[in-house]
RNA sequence: GCCGGGGUAGGGUAGGUGGUUAUCCUACGGGACUGUGGAUCCCGCGACUCGGGUUCGAAUCUCGGCCCCGGCCCCA
Protein backbone atom coordinates (compact mmCIF):
# COMPACT_ATOMS: atom_id res chain seq x y z
CA UNK A 1 0.00 0.00 0.00
CA UNK A 2 1.29 2.69 -1.44
CA UNK A 3 0.92 6.30 1.12
CA UNK A 4 -0.20 9.37 -1.23
CA UNK A 5 0.16 12.92 -0.81
CA UNK A 6 -2.87 14.39 0.75
CA UNK A 7 -5.43 15.82 -2.21
CA UNK A 8 -4.93 19.40 -3.24
CA UNK A 9 -1.07 19.42 -2.31
CA UNK A 10 1.98 19.35 -4.22
CA UNK A 11 5.83 17.85 -3.83
CA UNK A 12 8.21 20.15 -5.61
CA UNK A 13 10.63 18.76 -7.37
CA UNK A 14 14.66 20.27 -7.99
CA UNK A 15 14.15 22.12 -11.20
CA UNK A 16 10.43 23.40 -9.55
CA UNK A 17 11.89 24.61 -6.72
CA UNK A 18 14.83 26.58 -7.92
CA UNK A 19 12.34 28.24 -10.55
CA UNK A 20 9.75 29.14 -7.25
CA UNK A 21 13.14 29.98 -5.34
CA UNK A 22 14.00 32.69 -8.06
CA UNK A 23 11.00 34.04 -8.35
CA UNK A 24 10.59 34.56 -4.66
CA UNK A 25 13.97 35.98 -4.34
CA UNK A 26 13.12 38.80 -6.80
CA UNK A 27 9.77 39.70 -5.13
CA UNK A 28 11.63 39.61 -1.42
CA UNK A 29 14.21 41.88 -3.65
CA UNK A 30 11.64 44.54 -4.88
CA UNK A 31 10.02 44.70 -1.71
CA UNK A 32 12.85 45.37 0.42
CA UNK A 33 13.95 47.93 -2.49
CA UNK A 34 10.85 49.54 -1.50
CA UNK A 35 11.18 49.47 2.35
CA UNK A 36 9.65 46.66 3.32
CA UNK A 37 10.77 43.90 5.99
CA UNK A 38 10.24 40.38 6.50
CA UNK A 39 8.00 39.39 9.09
CA UNK A 40 7.07 35.65 9.89
CA UNK A 41 3.87 34.16 11.87
CA UNK A 42 2.67 30.52 13.04
CA UNK A 43 1.35 28.21 10.23
CA UNK A 44 -1.59 27.83 12.76
CA UNK A 45 -3.48 30.16 14.90
CA UNK A 46 -6.57 30.62 17.09
CA UNK A 47 -9.82 29.86 15.34
CA UNK A 48 -11.14 32.40 16.37
CA UNK A 49 -8.75 34.73 14.57
CA UNK A 50 -10.59 33.73 11.34
CA UNK A 51 -14.17 33.70 12.38
CA UNK A 52 -13.83 36.86 13.58
CA UNK A 53 -12.82 38.30 10.71
CA UNK A 54 -14.97 36.66 8.23
CA UNK A 55 -18.00 35.12 10.11
CA UNK A 56 -17.97 31.21 11.32
CA UNK A 57 -19.00 30.13 7.83
CA UNK A 58 -15.41 30.32 7.27
CA UNK A 59 -14.93 27.10 9.25
CA UNK A 60 -16.41 24.86 6.18
CA UNK A 61 -13.12 26.03 4.28
CA UNK A 62 -10.85 26.06 6.74
CA UNK A 63 -8.90 23.25 8.30
CA UNK A 64 -9.21 23.15 12.15
CA UNK A 65 -8.98 21.40 14.81
CA UNK A 66 -8.12 20.81 18.81
CA UNK A 67 -5.11 20.69 20.45
CA UNK A 68 -4.51 18.39 23.34
CA UNK A 69 -5.52 21.02 25.77
CA UNK A 70 -8.68 21.79 24.08
CA UNK A 71 -7.62 25.16 22.30
CA UNK A 72 -9.56 25.71 19.47
CA UNK A 73 -7.20 26.07 16.34
CA UNK A 74 -6.81 26.63 12.77
CA UNK A 75 -4.29 26.47 10.22
CA UNK A 76 -4.32 29.72 8.67
CA UNK A 77 -6.62 30.12 5.33
CA UNK A 78 -5.51 33.11 4.50
CA UNK A 79 -2.16 35.64 6.15
CA UNK A 80 -3.79 39.39 6.44
CA UNK A 81 -5.56 38.35 9.79
CA UNK A 82 -2.31 36.75 10.98
CA UNK A 83 -0.57 40.08 10.15
CA UNK A 84 -3.01 42.52 11.69
CA UNK A 85 -3.04 40.32 14.46
CA UNK A 86 1.00 40.36 14.70
CA UNK A 87 0.49 44.36 14.57
CA UNK A 88 -2.20 44.41 17.38
CA UNK A 89 -0.20 42.12 19.71
CA UNK A 90 3.72 43.71 18.75
CA UNK A 91 3.54 46.78 16.61
CA UNK A 92 0.58 49.11 17.84
CA UNK A 93 2.87 51.66 19.52
CA UNK A 94 5.75 51.48 16.92
CA UNK A 95 6.30 54.43 14.99
CA UNK A 96 4.22 54.81 11.74
CA UNK A 97 4.52 54.38 8.94
CA UNK A 98 5.62 50.14 9.38
CA UNK A 99 6.08 48.54 6.02
CA UNK A 100 6.40 44.61 6.26
CA UNK A 101 6.28 41.90 3.94
CA UNK A 102 5.56 38.26 4.19
CA UNK A 103 5.89 34.53 2.20
CA UNK A 104 4.40 31.51 3.81
CA UNK A 105 1.38 28.63 2.98
CA UNK A 106 -1.97 29.02 3.76
CA UNK A 107 -4.71 26.45 3.84
CA UNK A 108 -7.75 25.84 2.91
CA UNK A 109 -10.58 22.87 2.31
CA UNK A 110 -11.63 23.51 -1.08
CA UNK A 111 -12.16 21.57 -4.29
CA UNK A 112 -8.76 21.69 -6.17
CA UNK A 113 -9.06 22.64 -9.42
CA UNK A 114 -6.75 24.82 -11.94
CA UNK A 115 -4.79 27.58 -9.81
CA UNK A 116 -5.87 26.29 -6.50
CA UNK A 117 -4.81 24.23 -4.19
CA UNK A 118 -5.25 23.24 -0.19
CA UNK A 119 -1.76 24.08 0.57
CA UNK A 120 -0.80 27.45 -1.38
CA UNK A 121 1.61 29.98 -1.09
CA UNK A 122 1.07 33.75 -0.85
CA UNK A 123 3.48 36.50 -0.83
CA UNK A 124 2.50 39.93 0.40
CA UNK A 125 2.82 43.32 2.13
CA UNK A 126 1.13 45.72 4.71
CA UNK A 127 1.47 49.21 5.12
CA UNK A 128 0.14 50.62 8.16
CA UNK A 129 -0.71 53.76 9.27
CA UNK A 130 0.25 56.24 6.35
CA UNK A 131 -3.32 56.08 4.68
CA UNK A 132 -2.89 58.52 1.76
CA UNK A 133 -3.39 58.16 -1.54
CA UNK A 134 0.26 58.40 -2.26
CA UNK A 135 0.98 55.31 -0.14
CA UNK A 136 -1.69 53.48 -2.19
CA UNK A 137 -0.26 54.48 -5.25
CA UNK A 138 3.52 53.57 -4.26
CA UNK A 139 2.35 49.92 -3.19
CA UNK A 140 0.35 49.36 -6.63
CA UNK A 141 3.83 50.56 -8.34
CA UNK A 142 5.79 47.65 -6.57
CA UNK A 143 3.17 45.40 -7.30
CA UNK A 144 3.70 46.66 -11.13
CA UNK A 145 7.37 46.66 -10.04
CA UNK A 146 7.22 43.28 -9.08
CA UNK A 147 5.02 42.04 -12.46
CA UNK A 148 7.61 43.93 -14.61
CA UNK A 149 10.84 42.45 -12.73
CA UNK A 150 9.09 38.89 -13.38
CA UNK A 151 8.72 39.46 -16.92
CA UNK A 152 4.90 38.66 -16.83
CA UNK A 153 2.84 39.27 -20.00
CA UNK A 154 -0.33 39.89 -20.54
CA UNK A 155 -0.93 41.64 -17.30
CA UNK A 156 -4.04 43.83 -16.72
CA UNK A 157 -3.65 46.35 -12.66
CA UNK A 158 -7.04 47.27 -12.77
CA UNK A 159 -8.07 50.04 -9.91
CA UNK A 160 -11.52 51.07 -8.40
CA UNK A 161 -12.61 52.75 -5.21
CA UNK A 162 -15.59 51.63 -3.23
CA UNK A 163 -16.13 54.45 -1.58
CA UNK A 164 -17.81 55.22 -4.70
CA UNK A 165 -20.07 52.92 -4.95
CA UNK A 166 -20.76 52.82 -1.13
CA UNK A 167 -21.88 56.35 -0.85
CA UNK A 168 -24.28 56.11 -3.65
CA UNK A 169 -25.90 53.25 -1.25
CA UNK A 170 -25.85 54.88 1.50
CA UNK A 171 -27.01 58.19 0.45
CA UNK A 172 -30.24 55.16 -0.34
CA UNK A 173 -29.96 54.26 2.83
CA UNK A 174 -28.45 50.77 2.10
CA UNK A 175 -25.85 49.99 4.88
CA UNK A 176 -24.45 46.49 6.04
CA UNK A 177 -25.64 43.30 5.16
CA UNK A 178 -27.79 44.93 1.72
CA UNK A 179 -24.81 46.74 0.94
CA UNK A 180 -23.06 43.72 0.97
CA UNK A 181 -25.49 41.70 -1.36
CA UNK A 182 -25.30 44.38 -3.63
CA UNK A 183 -20.91 44.93 -4.11
CA UNK A 184 -21.01 40.96 -4.13
CA UNK A 185 -23.60 41.06 -7.11
CA UNK A 186 -21.41 44.08 -8.70
CA UNK A 187 -18.00 42.02 -8.64
CA UNK A 188 -19.63 39.29 -10.01
CA UNK A 189 -20.87 40.79 -12.67
CA UNK A 190 -24.30 39.71 -12.17
CA UNK A 191 -26.27 43.00 -14.28
CA UNK A 192 -29.55 41.03 -14.11
CA UNK A 193 -29.41 40.29 -10.45
CA UNK A 194 -28.09 43.21 -9.53
CA UNK A 195 -31.19 45.14 -11.27
CA UNK A 196 -34.02 43.02 -9.01
CA UNK A 197 -31.93 43.44 -6.69
CA UNK A 198 -32.00 47.23 -6.34
CA UNK A 199 -35.85 47.03 -7.08
CA UNK A 200 -36.11 45.08 -4.23
CA UNK A 201 -34.56 47.42 -2.41
CA UNK A 202 -36.57 50.57 -3.84
CA UNK A 203 -34.07 52.37 -4.98
CA UNK A 204 -34.51 55.31 -7.13
CA UNK A 205 -34.11 55.33 -10.66
CA UNK A 206 -31.40 58.24 -10.18
CA UNK A 207 -29.14 55.80 -8.40
CA UNK A 208 -29.90 53.03 -10.14
CA UNK A 209 -28.83 54.15 -13.12
CA UNK A 210 -25.63 55.67 -11.97
CA UNK A 211 -24.87 52.62 -10.16
CA UNK A 212 -25.60 50.42 -13.75
CA UNK A 213 -23.14 53.00 -15.21
CA UNK A 214 -20.63 52.82 -12.91
CA UNK A 215 -20.20 49.29 -13.04
CA UNK A 216 -19.49 49.73 -16.73
CA UNK A 217 -17.15 52.00 -16.21
CA UNK A 218 -13.36 50.65 -17.50
CA UNK A 219 -11.08 52.48 -18.82
CA UNK A 220 -8.05 55.22 -18.79
CA UNK A 221 -8.03 58.18 -17.37
CA UNK A 222 -10.24 59.74 -19.68
CA UNK A 223 -13.69 57.93 -17.92
CA UNK A 224 -12.75 60.18 -14.55
CA UNK A 225 -15.02 63.10 -16.44
CA UNK A 226 -17.28 61.00 -16.91
CA UNK A 227 -17.32 59.66 -13.70
CA UNK A 228 -17.67 63.20 -12.31
CA UNK A 229 -20.23 64.10 -14.53
CA UNK A 230 -22.44 61.13 -13.00
CA UNK A 231 -21.97 61.55 -9.25
CA UNK A 232 -21.21 64.75 -9.03
CA UNK A 233 -24.50 65.18 -6.58
CA UNK A 234 -23.10 62.97 -3.94
CA UNK A 235 -20.95 64.77 -1.72
CA UNK A 236 -19.15 61.55 -0.48
CA UNK A 237 -19.07 60.03 -3.77
CA UNK A 238 -17.35 62.94 -5.29
CA UNK A 239 -14.37 62.92 -2.16
CA UNK A 240 -14.09 59.41 -3.16
CA UNK A 241 -13.48 60.04 -7.05
CA UNK A 242 -10.98 62.99 -6.01
CA UNK A 243 -8.87 60.42 -3.82
CA UNK A 244 -9.33 58.17 -6.71
CA UNK A 245 -7.99 60.89 -8.90
CA UNK A 246 -5.29 61.98 -6.67
CA UNK A 247 -3.97 58.12 -6.43
CA UNK A 248 -3.72 58.65 -10.21
CA UNK A 249 -1.67 61.33 -9.88
CA UNK A 250 0.96 59.89 -7.79
CA UNK A 251 1.23 56.58 -9.55
CA UNK A 252 2.23 58.40 -12.15
CA UNK A 253 4.88 60.30 -10.61
CA UNK A 254 5.79 56.59 -9.35
CA UNK A 255 6.19 56.09 -13.08
CA UNK A 256 3.48 53.80 -13.60
CA UNK A 257 0.59 54.64 -16.00
CA UNK A 258 -0.74 51.48 -17.75
CA UNK A 259 -3.59 50.72 -15.11
CA UNK A 260 -7.06 50.29 -15.64
CA UNK A 261 -9.73 52.07 -13.72
CA UNK A 262 -12.53 49.61 -12.74
CA UNK A 263 -15.07 50.94 -10.63
CA UNK A 264 -16.76 47.57 -10.62
CA UNK A 265 -14.08 45.84 -7.97
CA UNK A 266 -16.24 45.48 -5.25
CA UNK A 267 -14.51 43.12 -3.18
CA UNK A 268 -17.27 42.35 -1.00
CA UNK A 269 -15.69 42.55 2.11
CA UNK A 270 -16.91 45.70 4.82
CA UNK A 271 -13.72 46.07 5.74
CA UNK A 272 -12.40 47.56 2.60
CA UNK A 273 -13.21 51.30 2.72
CA UNK A 274 -11.56 52.79 -0.61
CA UNK A 275 -9.03 51.91 -3.04
CA UNK A 276 -9.06 48.60 -4.41
CA UNK A 277 -6.67 46.99 -7.11
CA UNK A 278 -6.15 43.17 -8.72
CA UNK A 279 -3.80 42.30 -11.25
CA UNK A 280 -5.27 39.80 -13.60
CA UNK A 281 -3.12 37.84 -16.21
CA UNK A 282 -5.07 36.86 -19.40
CA UNK A 283 -4.61 32.70 -19.77
CA UNK A 284 -4.98 31.67 -16.96
CA UNK A 285 -8.88 30.19 -17.26
CA UNK A 286 -10.80 30.35 -14.24
CA UNK A 287 -8.07 31.72 -11.73
CA UNK A 288 -6.68 34.71 -13.81
CA UNK A 289 -6.71 36.84 -10.66
CA UNK A 290 -2.47 36.63 -9.83
CA UNK A 291 -3.12 39.67 -7.02
CA UNK A 292 -5.58 41.50 -5.47
CA UNK A 293 -5.08 44.29 -2.40
CA UNK A 294 -6.61 47.63 -1.21
CA UNK A 295 -6.88 49.86 1.85
CA UNK A 296 -9.29 48.45 4.61
CA UNK A 297 -9.66 48.81 8.19
CA UNK A 298 -9.07 45.05 9.96
CA UNK A 299 -7.35 45.78 12.36
CA UNK A 300 -10.44 47.48 14.29
CA UNK A 301 -12.52 44.40 13.24
CA UNK A 302 -9.77 42.80 16.03
CA UNK A 303 -10.34 44.91 18.44
CA UNK A 304 -7.67 47.59 17.67
CA UNK A 305 -7.85 51.56 17.87
CA UNK A 306 -8.59 52.89 14.44
CA UNK A 307 -5.84 52.54 11.68
CA UNK A 308 -6.13 51.83 8.25
CA UNK A 309 -3.85 49.95 6.15
CA UNK A 310 -3.05 48.93 2.62
CA UNK A 311 -1.38 45.68 1.85
CA UNK A 312 -1.67 43.14 -1.01
CA UNK A 313 -0.60 39.84 -1.68
CA UNK A 314 0.30 37.81 -4.56
CA UNK A 315 -1.23 34.17 -5.26
CA UNK A 316 2.41 32.67 -5.77
CA UNK A 317 1.34 29.64 -7.32
CA UNK A 318 -0.48 31.33 -9.67
CA UNK A 319 2.02 33.71 -10.29
CA UNK A 320 4.53 30.72 -11.28
CA UNK A 321 1.95 29.06 -13.31
CA UNK A 322 1.46 32.30 -15.50
CA UNK A 323 5.13 32.22 -16.33
CA UNK A 324 5.41 28.80 -16.91
CA UNK A 325 2.22 29.15 -19.07
CA UNK A 326 3.77 32.17 -21.18
CA UNK A 327 6.96 30.14 -20.69
CA UNK A 328 8.76 33.07 -19.47
CA UNK A 329 12.78 32.56 -18.91
CA UNK A 330 13.20 31.81 -15.44
CA UNK A 331 17.00 31.00 -14.71
CA UNK A 332 17.36 28.35 -13.34
CA UNK A 333 21.39 27.46 -11.87
CA UNK A 334 23.21 24.27 -12.59
CA UNK A 335 23.71 21.85 -9.46
CA UNK A 336 27.26 21.76 -9.46
CA UNK A 337 29.95 23.71 -11.94
CA UNK A 338 32.55 21.21 -11.39
CA UNK A 339 32.68 17.25 -10.73
CA UNK A 340 36.08 15.29 -9.71
CA UNK A 341 36.19 12.23 -10.54
CA UNK A 342 38.69 9.47 -9.51
CA UNK A 343 40.15 7.55 -12.25
CA UNK A 344 40.25 3.93 -10.18
CA UNK A 345 39.66 3.72 -6.69
CA UNK A 346 43.09 4.61 -5.59
CA UNK A 347 42.63 7.90 -5.76
CA UNK A 348 39.55 8.25 -4.23
CA UNK A 349 40.92 10.28 -1.25
CA UNK A 350 42.54 12.51 -3.10
CA UNK A 351 39.44 13.05 -5.06
CA UNK A 352 37.68 14.17 -1.75
CA UNK A 353 40.68 16.44 -1.11
CA UNK A 354 40.60 18.47 -4.02
CA UNK A 355 36.63 18.29 -4.23
CA UNK A 356 37.13 19.87 -0.54
CA UNK A 357 39.22 23.08 -2.29
CA UNK A 358 37.45 24.05 -5.30
CA UNK A 359 34.55 23.98 -2.63
CA UNK A 360 36.33 26.40 0.06
CA UNK A 361 37.16 28.58 -2.89
CA UNK A 362 33.60 28.99 -3.53
CA UNK A 363 33.02 26.58 -6.69
CA UNK A 364 29.96 24.75 -6.49
CA UNK A 365 31.54 21.09 -6.55
CA UNK A 366 30.42 17.60 -6.73
CA UNK A 367 32.72 14.60 -6.13
CA UNK A 368 31.96 10.54 -7.40
CA UNK A 369 30.89 8.90 -4.00
CA UNK A 370 29.79 5.68 -5.74
CA UNK A 371 32.95 4.27 -6.90
CA UNK A 372 31.40 3.21 -10.17
CA UNK A 373 33.64 3.29 -13.18
CA UNK A 374 34.96 6.22 -15.00
CA UNK A 375 32.69 5.83 -17.80
CA UNK A 376 29.36 6.00 -15.54
CA UNK A 377 30.76 8.95 -13.39
CA UNK A 378 31.35 10.64 -16.95
CA UNK A 379 28.05 10.11 -17.84
CA UNK A 380 26.55 11.31 -14.89
CA UNK A 381 28.58 14.12 -14.65
CA UNK A 382 27.43 15.00 -17.82
CA UNK A 383 23.80 14.26 -16.80
CA UNK A 384 23.90 17.06 -14.16
CA UNK A 385 25.32 19.65 -17.06
CA UNK A 386 28.40 20.00 -15.11
CA UNK A 387 30.99 22.66 -17.21
CA UNK A 388 34.54 21.07 -16.41
CA UNK A 389 35.46 17.25 -14.91
CA UNK A 390 38.61 16.99 -13.23
CA UNK A 391 40.07 13.81 -13.84
CA UNK A 392 42.09 12.58 -10.98
CA UNK A 393 44.17 9.34 -11.75
CA UNK A 394 47.44 7.85 -10.09
CA UNK A 395 50.00 8.51 -12.96
CA UNK A 396 48.96 12.39 -13.68
CA UNK A 397 49.51 12.38 -9.94
CA UNK A 398 53.30 11.31 -9.80
CA UNK A 399 53.87 14.88 -11.56
CA UNK A 400 51.72 16.64 -9.41
CA UNK A 401 48.83 17.54 -11.69
CA UNK A 402 45.55 16.49 -12.44
CA UNK A 403 43.52 16.29 -15.75
CA UNK A 404 40.92 19.09 -16.60
CA UNK A 405 38.02 17.95 -19.03
CA UNK A 406 35.86 20.21 -20.32
CA UNK A 407 32.83 19.13 -20.83
CA UNK A 408 31.43 21.17 -23.70
CA UNK A 409 34.52 20.45 -26.15
CA UNK A 410 35.47 17.70 -24.78
CA UNK A 411 39.05 19.38 -24.43
CA UNK A 412 41.80 18.45 -21.80
CA UNK A 413 44.84 20.00 -20.01
CA UNK A 414 47.08 19.29 -17.79
CA UNK A 415 46.78 21.18 -14.22
CA UNK A 416 48.89 21.34 -11.23
CA UNK A 417 47.17 20.14 -8.16
CA UNK A 418 47.91 22.68 -6.24
CA UNK A 419 46.74 25.45 -8.91
CA UNK A 420 43.60 23.47 -10.02
CA UNK A 421 41.12 25.30 -7.45
CA UNK A 422 42.46 29.12 -8.91
CA UNK A 423 42.46 27.90 -12.69
CA UNK A 424 39.33 26.66 -12.76
CA UNK A 425 37.90 29.93 -10.54
CA UNK A 426 39.65 32.03 -13.33
CA UNK A 427 37.58 30.06 -16.45
CA UNK A 428 34.49 29.56 -14.60
CA UNK A 429 34.52 33.60 -13.88
CA UNK A 430 35.73 34.12 -17.14
CA UNK A 431 33.00 32.59 -19.11
CA UNK A 432 30.27 33.73 -16.28
CA UNK A 433 28.99 30.58 -15.11
CA UNK A 434 29.38 31.89 -11.78
C1' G B 1 -21.10 19.80 -2.69
C1' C B 2 -22.12 19.29 -8.32
C1' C B 3 -20.67 18.25 -13.80
C1' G B 4 -17.06 16.44 -17.64
C1' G B 5 -12.16 14.00 -18.95
C1' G B 6 -8.38 10.93 -17.02
C1' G B 7 -4.88 7.26 -13.87
C1' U B 8 0.08 1.66 -17.58
C1' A B 9 7.86 0.65 -14.40
C1' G B 10 11.34 6.24 -10.75
C1' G B 11 9.96 9.92 -15.08
C1' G B 12 7.64 10.06 -20.16
C1' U B 13 4.61 6.66 -23.23
C1' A B 14 2.14 2.39 -26.82
C1' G B 15 -1.81 -1.06 -26.40
C1' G B 16 -7.97 -0.35 -25.24
C1' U B 17 -13.58 -4.04 -30.37
C1' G B 18 -11.52 -9.00 -23.48
C1' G B 19 -7.34 -14.12 -25.24
C1' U B 20 0.52 -16.39 -24.99
C1' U B 21 5.70 -13.56 -21.66
C1' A B 22 2.16 -5.80 -21.92
C1' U B 23 5.44 -1.60 -26.29
C1' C B 24 9.12 2.05 -26.70
C1' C B 25 12.29 6.12 -24.66
C1' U B 26 14.79 7.63 -20.37
C1' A B 27 16.86 6.65 -15.57
C1' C B 28 19.21 2.77 -12.71
C1' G B 29 22.59 -2.04 -12.30
C1' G B 30 26.00 -5.25 -15.11
C1' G B 31 29.00 -6.53 -19.52
C1' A B 32 31.86 -5.75 -24.42
C1' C B 33 36.21 -2.03 -22.31
C1' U B 34 42.71 -3.14 -17.23
C1' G B 35 43.10 5.53 -17.10
C1' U B 36 39.48 9.29 -19.59
C1' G B 37 35.19 5.53 -25.66
C1' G B 38 30.37 11.01 -21.28
C1' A B 39 29.40 7.33 -28.01
C1' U B 40 27.59 2.41 -29.61
C1' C B 41 25.91 -2.53 -28.76
C1' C B 42 24.20 -6.51 -25.43
C1' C B 43 22.00 -8.19 -20.80
C1' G B 44 19.32 -7.09 -16.37
C1' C B 45 15.78 -4.26 -13.08
C1' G B 46 11.05 -2.27 -12.99
C1' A B 47 4.19 -0.90 -14.19
C1' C B 48 -1.65 -1.90 -15.76
C1' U B 49 -4.62 3.52 -9.11
C1' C B 50 -7.53 0.51 -5.30
C1' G B 51 -11.88 -2.64 -4.33
C1' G B 52 -16.30 -5.23 -6.08
C1' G B 53 -19.01 -7.24 -10.55
C1' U B 54 -19.57 -9.70 -15.55
C1' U B 55 -16.52 -13.77 -17.81
C1' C B 56 -13.42 -19.95 -18.85
C1' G B 57 -10.31 -15.46 -19.08
C1' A B 58 -10.16 -8.12 -17.52
C1' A B 59 -4.95 -3.13 -18.42
C1' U B 60 -9.24 -3.51 -21.86
C1' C B 61 -16.33 -4.00 -20.27
C1' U B 62 -19.17 -2.36 -15.64
C1' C B 63 -19.99 -0.13 -10.56
C1' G B 64 -17.81 2.34 -6.35
C1' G B 65 -13.54 4.66 -3.62
C1' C B 66 -8.95 7.41 -3.92
C1' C B 67 -6.06 10.77 -6.70
C1' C B 68 -5.07 14.07 -11.05
C1' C B 69 -6.85 17.61 -14.99
C1' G B 70 -10.76 21.17 -16.48
C1' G B 71 -15.45 23.72 -15.23
C1' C B 72 -19.67 25.25 -11.60
C1' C B 73 -20.30 26.97 -6.44
C1' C B 74 -17.05 29.61 -3.42
C1' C B 75 -12.81 32.66 -3.32
C1' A B 76 -11.12 35.88 3.29
Not at 103 to 122: D, I, L, N, T
Not at 161 to 172: F, K, M, P, T, W
Not at 389 to 395: P, S
Request: proline letters at 2%; glycine letters at 10%; aromatic letters at 8%.
Amino acid sequence: MEIQRPRGTRDFLFKEMKERKYVENVLRRIFEIYGYSEIKTPIFEELSLFTTKSGEGIKEQIYHFQDKGGRNLALRPELTAPVARLYLNELQKSPKPIKMYYFGSCFRYERPQAGRFRQFWQFGCELVGAKSPGSEAEIIAMAAHCVEELGLDDCEIHIGNLGILRSILADEGVFGEKQDQVMGLIDKRDVEGLKSLLKDLQIGSKSRNILLKLIDMVGHREILSDVEELIKDNENAYKALKELEELLKSLEAFGFSDYIINLGIARGLDYYTGTVFEIYVHGLGAQKQISGGGTYNLIQVFGGEKVESTGFAFGFDRVMEALKKQKAKIPVAKTVDVFVAPIKEDTKLKAFEIAQKLRKVGISTDVDLTGRKLKKVLSHADNLGTSYVILVGARDLKDGKVTVKNMKTGAQEMVDVDDVAAELKNKLLQTGMI
